[in-house]
């Protein structure tokens, strides 16, 4: 089975680039079968991991970065893949 964890946060107004190097710079322990990171408008930061594992599985994550540099608690979600198109 293949599971994704998502992980969001929104920068502090100004420190889009310092999160996303913050993020970037983040090792997991353990490997992902793949990771990705997004950035979008308002600064905000996305973090994908992928792994060979079940739904429940306990899987290494991201942590909260610095208050200094999110405007809010991060954002977490885990979804179970059904295939791909």
């Excluded at 089975?1 to 999160?19: D, F, H, N, P, S």
């Excluded at 996303?20 to 996305?46: C, I, K, N, S, Y």
């Excluded at 973090?47 to 999110?70: F, G, N």
Aim: glycine share 4%; charged share 30%; no cysteine.
């Amino acid at each position: 089975m293949t599971v994704a964890l998502m992980w969001e946060a929104r920068a502090v107004e100004g420190k889009g680039a310092e999160l996303l190097a913050w993020a970037r710079a983040q090792v997991l322990d353990g490997d992902p079968v793949r990771r990705e990171t997004f950035r979008a408008p308002q600064d905000r930061v996305l973090v994908l991991t992928w792994w060979d594992a079940p739904y429940d599985a306990d899987l290494p994550e991201l942590p909260e970065p610095s208050p200094e540099l999110v405007t809010r608690a991060v954002h977490r979600w885990r979804f179970e893949s059904v295939g791909t198109d």
